[in-house]
Each structure stands twice: as structure tokens, then as C-alpha cells.
């Protein structure tokens, strides 16, 4: 990947996604969108200090540390907003927004770098759509670039699925491990798409067994380190999300409400695009991408898992960390419709 043409697209994306953020910073109110801010305030404060705040929030620790390094810097655009209370420094409010904005703009970057790799360089539109997709969330600016910390989990998962389709797997172990203080279920996403790999090689008698096993093994081998770490460093709160008997009665316990439906599944507005573009390929060409099966099966656990540790609608801005790999998956269907490729992304 050229160097010129990362920095010439990130600019890009910048000037076209500037607006997005002084509207988040002026008009979105953490008090009545996305309470999470009041979690991470504490953290962004006192950095890697676990009694400042609850669980889960506490051991997502990367946004925070980036948040406090900008508060640090004194990086800050002094503005009336909406959001004002004398009991939280407006500067860290808005640290805390500039880096979910920035963990957006990355993960805007990779994904156009996914697709510029997958036309092998053919087009200058095809990256640059990819990466505005990203900015077309139905989450975006109530719960992503807000002050929780999914925008930087947004770009640590494009990071990963970058080098995973790279096929490097020291760095993707390296990027990988952050997750362990950012996101706890970005290992589960790869966990499902390394696993899917390994049977279809099984299946198809196909080489590249060992990087799959490799990506599988070391997606567990950092979930396993999350768990460990909250065993030791118990943070107060939500204690029943690791409680097997709590998890399996929220799995029963669940039902399909009108509301789930409406601001979970319905909010899913470009993985809905990026289906009904597939389908559509599948109908006219009778193919079909063999990154939908594993991205569909990732959205299955990740509603039991939410399911599980009963956190209710928000299920709808977990499924939203797919962001950069569904507006690929968007991109490429696109691609196969107009006729101008029948080449697969996926090389196992």
C-alpha cells in the first residue's frame, strides 16, 4: 500500500467527515444518547487505575488512554454545546469524541485499502466509496463517535481483519492483543472467521490450514487473557455477565420484541444493503462471496452473546463494530453486479 495514497485518502475522508464531528460535539448529549461516557470519564482521568470505574467499561482501556493523551496535549475546540455540566471538564468530553472520530477515520482508511488491494489498484472511486460507507452507520454519531469507545474498536477490527487478509499473523497477533484492553468480543469476530476458513479448507482439501489454526488459536488465547485479567483486577458491577447461570437465563429469558427489532435489527441499515446487493448477485450470477457466510455467522454470536450478557437493544452498536467489513462487503458486491470482476476476495 502506498504511503501517498493512505495520507491523500485519509485527508480526504477528513474533509468530507469534519462536519460529523463538530455536529456530535455541539448537538449530541451523552445524557440522553450514550450514558457510557460517564463510565470511561474517571478512566480517561486516571488511566489504567481499575477502581475509578464499573465493569464492563473499566478493562476497555485503549480509548481512554488515547482520550487522556490528547486532554494532555491540550488539544481542544472551545465551543457552546449542548452537553454542560459543571461537574465534567468540557475538554476531556471532547478528547473523548475526537478519538472515537479518529478510530472512525482509520477504520474509513483500511477499509478503502481492503478494497484498493482487492482491485488490485484498478479504480480510485471503489476505495474511496468503501471508506465513506463507514460514515453511513446508523450508530455513528449516537453511540460510535460519542463518548463511548467504539470508534477506536472500529478502526483495532479493520486493523485486524487488514492483516488477517494479509495473511500476517505476527502482526495480526500484535494488533490483535490490544483487544484485550479495548474490545473483549473483537477476538470472537476472528475466531468465527478463521473457523469457517479451516472447514471449508477441510472440506475443499485446500492448503493455508496452519495461518487459519494460527488466527484461531491466538483469537482464543486473547479472549482467554481478558477473562483472566477480570478474575484478578475484579471491577464492581455487572457481575452476572460472567456468571454462567446468569448468561444461560438471559439466553432463555430472551424474546423478540417490536423494539428489538426496530432499533437492533432494522438499525443494521448497510449490513441490510450489503445482503440485498448479495442476494442480488447470487440470483443474477449465481455466486456469492465467501466472506457473507462467516460476517452473517459473526452477527449470530454476537446476538447470543448480547443475549446472553442481556444488555438489550444495545446489541444493535455491537453488531455496528462490523461496520468496515460490511462496507467491503457492500463495495464488492457492487463490483460483481456491475460485471466488470468475478474474482474472489477471499483466499483461504
Not at 123 to 131: D, Y
Not at 132 to 147: E, P, S
Request: proline share 4%; hydrophobic share 50%; charged share 10%.
Amino acid at each position: 500500500m502506498k504511503i501517498t495514497a493512505q495520507l491523500y485518502r485519509s485527508s480526504l475522508f477528513f474533509l468530507l467527515s469534519y462536519g460529523l464531528l463538530y455536529f456530535t460535539y455541539k448537538w449530541v448529549n451523552p445524557l440522553e444518547v450514550n450514558p457510557d461516557f460517564f463510565a470511561y470519564y474517571p478512566m480517561i482521568q486516571h488511566p489504567f487505575h481499575y477502581g475509578v470505574s464499573q465493569s464492563p467499561w473499566v478493562y476497555r482501556q485503549l480509548t481512554t488512554l488515547i482520550a487522556h493523551v490528547i486532554w494532555r496535549l491540550h488539544i481542544y475546540y472551545p465551543l457552546a454545546i449542548q452537553f454542560h455540566d459543571s461537574h465534567y471538564d468540557q475538554r476531556i468530553f471532547f478528547a473523548q469524541i475526537l478519538t472515537n472520530y479518529l478510530g472512525v477515520l482509520i477504520a474509513a482508511v483500511l477499509s478503502a485499502a481492503l478494497i484498493d488491494r482487492w482491485s488490485k489498484g484498478s479504480s480510485f472511486i471503489l476505495p474511496v466509496f468503501a471508506g465513506l460507507l463507514c460514515y453511513f452507520n446508523f450508530f455513528l454519531q449516537d453511540t460510535t463517535i460519542n463518548g463511548g469507545a467504539d470508534g477506536m474498536s472500529w478502526a483495532l477490527l479493520a486493523a485486524c481483519y487488514l492483516l488477517y487478509k494479509l495473511e500476517k499473523p505476527y502482526l495480526f497477533g500484535a494488533v490483535l492483543s490490544l483487544s484485550v484492553i479495548q474490545r473483549e468480543i473483537l477476538p470472537v469476530f476472528f475466531m468465527v472467521f478463521s473457523f469457517v476458513a479451516l472447514a471449508r479448507i477441510w472440506r475443499e482439501h485446500r492448503t493455508g490450514a496452519r495461518f487459519q489454526l494460527t488466527v484461531f488459536s491466538w483469537s482464543l488465547l486473547v479472549l482467554i487473557v481478558y477473562f483472566v485479567i477480570r478474575m484478578i483486577v475484579r471491577a464492581p458491577g455487572n457481575e452476572y455477565q460472567v456468571n454462567e447461570h446468569a448468561q444461560l437465563q438471559g439466553l432463555m429469558g430472551f424474546h423478540l420484541s417490536r423494539t428489538y427489532v426496530t432499533e437492533v435489527l432494522l438499525g443494521q441499515n448497510l449490513l441490510i444493503v450489503a445482503l440485498g446487493l448479495w442476494l442480488a448477485v447470487y440470483l443474477r450470477l449465481r455466486q456469492i462471496d465467501k466472506d457473507i457466510l462467516p460476517l452473517l455467522l459473526v452477527c449470530l454470536v454476537l446476538l447470543i452473546v448480547s443475549a446472553m450478557t442481556n444488555i438489550g437493544n444495545n446489541a444493535g452498536r455491537i453488531l455496528a463494530l462490523t461496520t468496515p467489513v460490511v462496507a467491503i462487503e457492500i463495495v464488492k458486491a457492487m463490483v460483481m453486479l456491475d460485471g466488470k470482476t468475478k474474482q474472489s476476495f477471499y483466499q483461504p
